[in-house]
């Protein structure tokens, strides 16, 4: 088994699974090494590389009956097309089986139900067009190479060591106020992190996977006010805050009387300018470190606003379907919302989160 990404957040579980729970021998491409302290408590075979390199590449993927793609690079959908192209060609010479992690981005979600079927995501997004594209690369490389390959779009996921959803809004509820609207607050297809693992790992060995897409979410959506307050209950924070749809937009407006209003939300914001942040990091040079914790404790807490793509996911209402997932992968998703919360929050106190 290969897996890449194995130091990320999907990719890591993904190994700790494959050695804990089918006791699989797994080796990982690294670019890395500084970073992969949690797989390596495993006999994990770490293949330095990237990618883009295609020695290496070849040298991983060889004797591989299964290779897992769960590598993202945030810098740009050319270099995710490019990396998944090189990754889906190398299994196209071996035969072995591509697992590719996408995400639920990749369609519209301006209709009621969302499934498979559904239209392509509008571009514009830089997260969406760089998963768009890797997905398009898998999919046109195996098509043109006869590589096996089949796609798992997750929903959002959740759980232990996620930066996105379970880290990020421990940070903001423990710092400041986290921010919902209170007029039109949707729904949150969440998936617990080894429901999304165990979508893999069925991907990875179902004969009827192959040259498929599959959606993967949790049992049933929760409003984004029970997913961010089961966060709040379990971190004792109480600072989910619900504003007027027209607070948050007058706030996220493009004026300069709105800007203003993002900073009183959040000073911090103000470091974001460049001549504000050079005289911050000038007089923290003469002051101390220690002067500035201490100011830091006597400013008000943060209002933590969406942004404008973020806002339109709280305010969304569409439903994952799973039924294909069900159908072909025997996908049945284990950690309802109270389950999931449950690890999750027992991982943040580990974790002094």
């Known amino acids: 088994m290969l897996v890449t990404g194995a130091t990320g957040f999907v990719g890591g579980r993904l190994v700790e ?8 021998p797994v080796r990982a491409l690294v670019r890395d090494f500084s970073r992969c302290a949690r797989i390596a408590r495993f006999p994990v075979e770490l293949c330095p590389g990237s990618l883009h390199d295609a020695a290496a590449l070849r040298a991983a993927v060889a004797d591989c009956e299964v290779v897992y793609h769960c590598a993202h690079d945030f810098g740009s959908a050319e270099v995710n097309a490019l990396a998944a192209a090189a990754l889906t060609a190398a299994c196209a ?17 301006a209709g009621a139900v969302l499934t498979e079927d559904s239209p392509p995501a509008a571009p514009g997004n830089d997260y969406v067009d760089a998963k768009v594209a890797a997905e ?10 006869g590589a096996q390959v089949t796609v798992v779009q997750p929903t959002t996921i959740y759980g232990p060591y996620c930066p996105a959803w379970t880290v990020g809004p421990a940070l903001q509820l423990r710092s400041g106020r986290l921010v919902l609207p ?3 607050v949707g729904l949150c297809n969440a998936v617990y992190i080894d429901d999304v693992v165990d979508a893999l790992l069925a991907a990875g060995t179902q004969p009827a996977a192959v040259g498929e897409r599959f959606l993967v979410s949790g049992p049933a959506p929760v409003s984004w006010t029970d997913f961010y307050g089961a966060y ?6 109480n600072a989910v805050t619900l504003w007027d749809d027209a607070r948050i937009e007058a706030a ?19 470091l974001e300018v460049g001549l504000v942040r050079r005289a911050y990091d000038r007089v923290r040079g003469w002051t101390g470190q220690g002067f500035w914790d201490t100011m830091k404790t006597r400013l008000p807490p943060p209002d933590h606003l969406p942004d404008s793509g973020l806002l339109a996911l709280y305010r969304s209402r569409t439903t994952v379907r799973c039924e294909k997932a069900r159908q072909l992968l025997g996908y049945k ?4 919302l109270e389950r999931g919360m449950h690890l999750s929050g027992a991982w943040l106190r580990w974790a002094n989160l």
């Open 252 to 270: 996220l407006g493009d004026s300069g009387a709105a800007r203003a209003r993002q900073w009183r939300a959040n000073p911090k914001r103000l």
């Open 182 to 184: 209170r007029d039109s």
């Open 333 to 336: 998703p284990a950690f309802d």
């Open 136 to 145: 398009q690369a898998v999919l046109q490389t195996a098509a043109s190479t």
């Open 232 to 237: 709040d209950r379990l971190l004792g924070t």
């Open 93 to 109: 010479t071996t035969g072995a089986r591509l697992v590719h992690v996408s995400s639920m981005v990749v369609y519209s979600a």
């Open 17 to 24: 699974k494959l050695f804990l729970a089918a006791g699989r």
